[in-house]
């Protein structure tokens, strides 16, 4: 198989697991959190800036990075990106890459799509044209990318949707992954993972996981959270779901990026995150820190002298004030978002650094409190910002 799961340790209290994640550009440990690039590229980041030793810190070091189906496929297109040698030539990245199916982008296009046994028509949502996909055509798109892990062609269905409707989703997802699994031409290479969906319902989330195990892709994932429903939820989701999939092969939590989802997600037995939080909400002037969120475009901020965070060792903290970086944000400076979105990827991957020594001496749950009171989860009236 092209991607391979290792797995190192189990810590003694929880679900969470330690292991290693091997493909064809390279290993990195898990559980991890994977930088979005949704157009080969993560936003106002350098592919050098993603790996370790940058600016002479710990670096953010994403071992794999995600790039997004749908819009590559209609920008620049598949085509171009396979005569450039691939997503990895393309964009010179030389580690992993992750390519999503598209589904979820198709299916956010509610008022613009037509679902059928075969595929999805929709509309082009930068210029209205017609186009059409189908599992097989999702695979071979994916295929000419190159990534070194590749999606099913699922339907994300609304959380709150009916039972029926959910049911009869989830039945035509199990046959998409089927063909998408047929039509797959690069198993050498590629390793495609199924997706699991189901809603809120248990019984359609343990049926779409046991068929997909059936199917023995070389990993799976949890689609359909992070789509609005409550936290509690999605707790619910990776109970009802996780410890059905197979130990030896890596588990995918779909679109999750707040740092509670990490942890209490990691304790469940995930191995994997994406979202594309941590540069969305730098743009806008928003850090995380070890002591929360902090906005640092705020007015109380023009005077002080201090790093966005006192516990953080990044290139940011250890270089640039608040007040600097608010200047640069208020004037509408490129190389202000950057150091926000530096600081913010920065944050999530050393938080999954500190996880993974959590799992090592087996206080993982200590280490969750610890954070939590310190970013301010554990306190009521400030509990809803996050």
């Known amino acids: 198989m092209p991607i391979r799961y290792e797995l190192i340790k189990e810590e003694k209290h929880t679900g969470a697991r330690l292991g290693i994640i091997h493909t064809p550009h390279g290993s990195f440990e ?19 800036e993603l790996k370790t030793g940058a600016y002479n810190d710990k670096g953010i070091d994403a071992g794999i990075i995600l790039s997004n189906t749908y819009h590559l496929w209609l920008r620049p297109g598949d085509d171009l990106v396979k005569k450039a040698g691939g997503l990895h030539e393309f964009m010179n990245w030389d580690r992993a890459i992750l390519t999503d199916s598209g589904g979820f982008q198709v299916f956010s296009l509610a008022d613009m799509r037509k679902i059928t046994e075969e595929g999805v028509n929709f509309r082009n949502h930068i210029n209205g044209d017609k186009l059409f996909l189908s599992p097989e055509k999702a ?22 949707e009916s039972y029926e409707y959910v049911r009869r989703s989830v039945e035509r997802t199990s046959r998409w992954a089927e063909r998408g699994l047929n039509a797959h031409g690069r198993k050498q290479d590629q390793g495609l993972f199924g997706i699991v969906q189901g809603a809120g319902y248990k019984d359609l989330r343990e049926w779409s ?8 892709f070389p990993g799976y994932s949890i689609g359909g959270v992070s789509v609005g429903e409550s936290k509690e939820d999605m707790l619910k989701v990776m109970d009802w779901t996780t410890n059905l999939l197979p130990q030896n092969k890596p588990r995918y939590l779909m679109g999750v990026g707040t740092p509670d989802s990490l942890i209490d997600g990691v304790i469940r037995g995930i191995d994997m995150f994406d979202c594309v939080l941590p540069t969305r909400i730098a743009r806008n002037g928003t850090c995380m820190t070890s002591l929360g969120r902090l906005v640092v475009k705020n007015a109380k901020y023009a005077e002080d002298f201090s790093p966005l965070d006192p516990n953080c060792d990044c290139h940011v903290c250890k270089t640039y004030t608040k007040a600097y970086i608010r200047h640069l944000l208020k004037c509408d400076e490129t190389f202000g978002l950057r150091l926000t979105s530096y600081h913010n990827l920065y944050f999530l991957t050393n938080l999954m650094r500190d996880v993974r020594e959590a799992i090592k001496n087996d206080n993982l749950l200590e280490f969750r409190e610890f954070f939590f009171d310190r970013y301010g989860y554990n306190d009521k009236e400030n509990k809803r910002k996050f």
């Open 30 to 48: 898990t559980p991890m959190f994977m930088p979005v690039g949704t157009l080969a590229s993560v936003k106002s980041m350098s592919p050098e």
């Open 139 to 160: 695979i071979n798109i994916q295929n000419n990318l190159g990534a070194d892990i590749i999606m099913s062609f699922d339907e994300c269905p609304p959380f709150d």
């Open 209 to 216: 996981a046991k068929s997909l195990v059936d199917m023995d």
